[in-house]
DNA sequence: CTACCGATATTCT
DNA sequence: GAATATCGGTAGA
């Protein structure tokens, strides 16, 4: 189709060059379009945050296949999360989505996210995808035909922060998340959940 | 703002 | 049995 992106000179390299290329980026999907201003790194099997650090499992198995594809999970019993899966090929890397600004269907974000400001409708991956309704169903979806991501021209260095993923115990020393600096939408560090001990009886 | 807690699929021990 | 790439509600400073 005319106009499409071509994705491949993005998502080439290790997920650590791509993540800062997709902040600024947009993804539309069902009739929502959000700029991405948040990212995390993710790179298989050297990397012990990753879903893929143990090998292929059926949730993973997109993250095995070729870049340019959505890898999205279903997490807590209750949420998805998506990732663009990037090259090179057949080492299962990814870049998290974690978070963005709705720029176009504003309306059905709020539909989707009722009770939620607009500042915090795509702000944290699971809230992402609910604004832009993303599931299970777009699990291996192919980004220049089912959910779209759009190419942004590069950010200024200067705007691009980066620190420690968020919410894990492996690899904390790895500051693979990027994030646009003085954006609203960023989503709030959380470092790991401490280890809860059940109540006693 | 921080802190805790419940929901609960997938995966690992 | 327990942890996890989370969120929304509630309680409190």
């Not at 296949?65 to 959505?70: A, D, K, Q, T």
């Not at 090179?88 to 709020?110: C, H, N, W």
């Not at 959380?190 to 059940?198: G, I, K, M, T």
């Amino acid at each position: 189709m005319p106009g499409t992106p071509e994705l491949e000179p993005i998502l080439s390299g290790p997920p650590t060059e791509v993540a800062p290329r997709l902040l600024g980026a947009v993804l539309r999907h069902a009739g929502v379009a959000v700029r991405l201003t948040e990212v995390e790194a993710y790179a298989g099997a050297d990397d012990p945050g990753s879903h893929a650090y143990r090998g292929r499992t059926p949730r993973t198995a997109v993250m095995f296949g070729p870049p340019g594809r959505l890898y999205v999970y279903f997490t807590y019993g209750m949420h998805h999360c998506a990732n663009v899966v990037c090259g090179p090929d057949g080492t299962a890397s990814a870049v998290l989505l974690r978070a963005g600004e709705v720029v176009e269907g504003i309306d059905l974000a709020r539909e989707r996210r009722p009770r939620s400001s607009d500042r915090d409708l795509a702000r944290g991956p699971a809230r992402l995808c609910r604004a832009l309704a993303i599931d299970g169903e777009q699990d291996g979806a192919d980004l220049t035909a089912g959910p779209v991501l759009e190419p942004a021209a590069a950010v200024a260095p200067d705007r691009v922060r980066t620190g420690p993923r968020v919410g894990l115990r492996q690899a904390p020393d790895r500051p693979w998340r990027y994030w646009l600096d003085a954006e609203p939408t960023v989503s709030a560090y959380r470092p790991a959940a401490p280890l809860r001990r059940r109540p006693a009886p």
